[in-house]
Antibody, heavy 121, light 107 residues
Framework: EVQLVESGGGLVQPGRSLRLSCAAS????????MHWVRQTPGKGLEWVSG????????GYAESVKGRFTISRDNAKNSLYLHMNSLRPEDTALYYC??????????????WGQGTLVTVSS | DIQMTQSPSSVSASVGDRVTITCRAS??????LAWYQQKPGKAPKFLIY???SLQAGVPSRFSGSGSGTDFTLTISSLQPEDFATYYC?????????FGGGTKVELK
């Protein structure tokens, strides 16, 4: 069974940093691209960033470019999101998500339950 | 970036109704389109890929169609467990973008 478990969220002041982690299990982690997608309370979904199986960047949303960095450790079956210079508008539930195919499908078949990031003074 | 526009933003329907949701892309994406279902407090669930292919385990009352810029998700006979919010997502290019969602509510 595929499991994605996010951690690292919490309350943080504007301008500070936070690192999210995602522990993956139930599939061959280093076969798949992985993504972070966020959802603001009561609102829609926004893709944040993605990373190929071999750590080639798939890009970032314009809203986080230059502030967030995605990374992975295939030996630990883990995905990370390093978030710097956090802003109130980064407040959201952050999902770790698995790409649906070994080939570049750019769709997501499994999502974690999310970790909530709140940026406020 | 490719903008995805869904309509309507909400629809009221009864069990057994046929429901159709529309998604429009700001530029052609051939059939690079996915649909997701999300229930309150839960992560999205993958329903359809390549515009019309059902993900394993998804009931056949769900279907997708379209190509280019215009796409539809149809639920042929709405069931109680189908009341949820539905999102389209273009898979043509990065950054991946989602529609604003369509909430299917009980009439």
């Amino acid at each position: 069974e595929v499991q994605l478990v996010e951690s690292g969220g919490g309350l943080v002041q504007p301008g500070r940093s936070l690192r999210l982690s995602c522990a993956a299990s139930g599939f061959t982690f280093d076969d798949y691209a992985m993504h972070w997608v966020r959802q603001t309370p009561g609102k829609g979904l926004e893709w944040v960033s993605g990373l190929s199986w071999n750590s080639v960047s798939l890009g970032y949303a314009e809203s986080v470019k230059g502030r967030f960095t995605i990374s992975r450790d295939n030996a630990k079956n883990s995905l990370y999101l390093h978030m710097n210079s956090l802003r109130p508008e980064d407040t959201a539930l952050y999902y770790c998500a698995k790409e649906s195919s070994r080939r570049a499908a750019r769709t997501i078949d499994y999502w974690g339950q999310g970790t909530l990031v709140t940026v406020s003074s | 970036d490719i903008q995805m526009t869904q309509s309507p933003s909400s629809v009221s329907a009864s069990v057994g109704d046929r429901v159709t949701i529309t998604c429009r892309a700001s530029q052609g994406i051939t059939n690079w389109l996915a649909w997701y279902q999300q229930k309150p407090g839960k992560a999205p669930k993958f329903l359809i890929y390549a515009a019309s292919s059902l993900q394993a385990g998804v009931p056949s009352r769900f279907s997708g169609s379209g190509s280019g810029t215009d796409f539809t998700l149809t639920i042929s006979s709405l069931q109680p467990e189908d009341f949820a919010t539905y999102y389209c997502q273009q898979a043509n290019s990065f950054p991946l973008t989602f529609g604003g969602g369509t909430k299917v509510e009980l009439k």
